[in-house]
């Protein structure tokens, strides 16, 4: 088994699951000043000072997560790692204290095993949305290699509708679309209707 089974502590996990949409509690009552729990507004940093370094996610209340600009080196994280920003605190260190707010170093057994589900499940979740995104990103990748086909195919019919009407001022000369082009329009036209297609089973 992993070291967490043998800790008297949930996991990161289980505890961030349980801190979701208390953020602004859990820092309070840790000591953390926050100027305001507005994420437009930038303030000085609870950790390193300054005067406008620091700003909150839009996501703040449920992840905690932050931004600090200090010394021009950008740091990011969430709320656990906003107490090792401003108090110096180590990862199990930041982990012991929010699972002490939250009451659950106390937690009995049944109450864990709730958290661990719910914890799992969010991840699932949260894997199955990344591969959704991964995914769409490759059928728009390819979407837009197709349309440059298309493009660069019909770029070259005009060359050659050009240098025809240059060589044979007599005859008027027409070049049909070329079967290239044709197949890279039926192409585009696939891959845009397979994106429809999985965008319509992703919105159930
Ligand atoms: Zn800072």
Same mark, same amino acid.
Request: proline share 2%.
């Given at each position: 088994?992993?070291?967490?089974?043998?800790?008297?502590?949930?996991?990161? =996990?289980?505890?961030?699951?349980? /801190? /979701?949409?208390?953020? #602004?509690?859990?820092?309070? *009552? !840790?000591?953390?000043?926050?100027? &305001? &729990?507005?994420?437009?507004?930038? &303030?000085?940093? =609870?950790?390193?000072?300054?005067?406008?370094?620091?700003?909150?996610? /839009?996501?703040?209340?449920? &992840?905690?997560?932050?931004?600090?600009?200090?010394?021009?080196?950008?740091? @990011?994280?969430?709320?656990?790692?906003?107490?090792?920003?401003?108090?110096?605190?180590? =990862?199990?260190?930041?982990?012991?204290?929010?699972?002490?707010?939250?009451?659950?170093?106390? @937690?009995?057994?049944?109450?864990? #095993?709730? !958290?661990?589900?719910?914890?799992?499940?969010?991840?699932?979740?949260? %894997?199955?949305? *990344?591969?959704?995104?991964?995914?769409?990103?490759?059928?728009?990748?390819?979407?837009?290699?197709?349309?440059?086909? !298309?493009?660069?195919?019909?770029?070259?019919?005009?060359?050659?509708?050009?240098? /025809?009407?240059?060589?044979?001022?007599?005859?008027?000369?027409?070049?049909? =679309?070329? #079967?290239?082009?044709?197949?890279?329009?039926?192409?585009?036209?696939? %891959?845009? %209707?397979?994106?429809?297609?999985?965008?319509?089973?992703?919105?159930?």
């Amino acid at each position: 088994m992993t070291a967490r089974a043998n800790n008297q502590y949930l996991g990161f =996990p289980e505890v961030r699951t349980a /801190a /979701a949409g208390r953020w #602004e509690g859990i820092h309070r *009552a !840790l000591g953390i000043q926050l100027a &305001t &729990t507005s994420h437009t507004k930038h &303030t000085a940093c =609870p950790g390193c000072g300054g005067k406008d370094r620091f700003r909150l996610d /839009a996501t703040y209340q449920n &992840t905690g997560r932050w931004i600090c600009g200090g010394g021009g080196d950008t740091q @990011a994280g969430d709320g656990f790692s906003l107490l090792g920003h401003v108090f110096g605190w180590t =990862p199990l260190e930041q982990l012991k204290a929010v699972a002490d707010y939250l009451g659950l170093s106390s @937690a009995n057994d049944k109450e864990r #095993e709730t !958290l661990r589900r719910k914890a799992e499940a969010q991840t699932a979740a949260m %894997l199955a949305d *990344a591969q959704r995104k991964h995914e769409q990103a490759r059928r728009d990748a390819n979407m837009v290699a197709a349309i440059q086909d !298309l493009e660069d195919l019909i770029k070259h019919r005009q060359h050659l509708q050009r240098q /025809a009407h240059l060589t044979s001022s007599l005859h008027r000369v027409t070049i049909n =679309p070329l #079967e290239d082009e044709l197949s890279a329009a039926y192409t585009l036209n696939m %891959l845009i %209707l397979e994106s429809y297609a999985s965008q319509g089973s992703n919105d159930q």
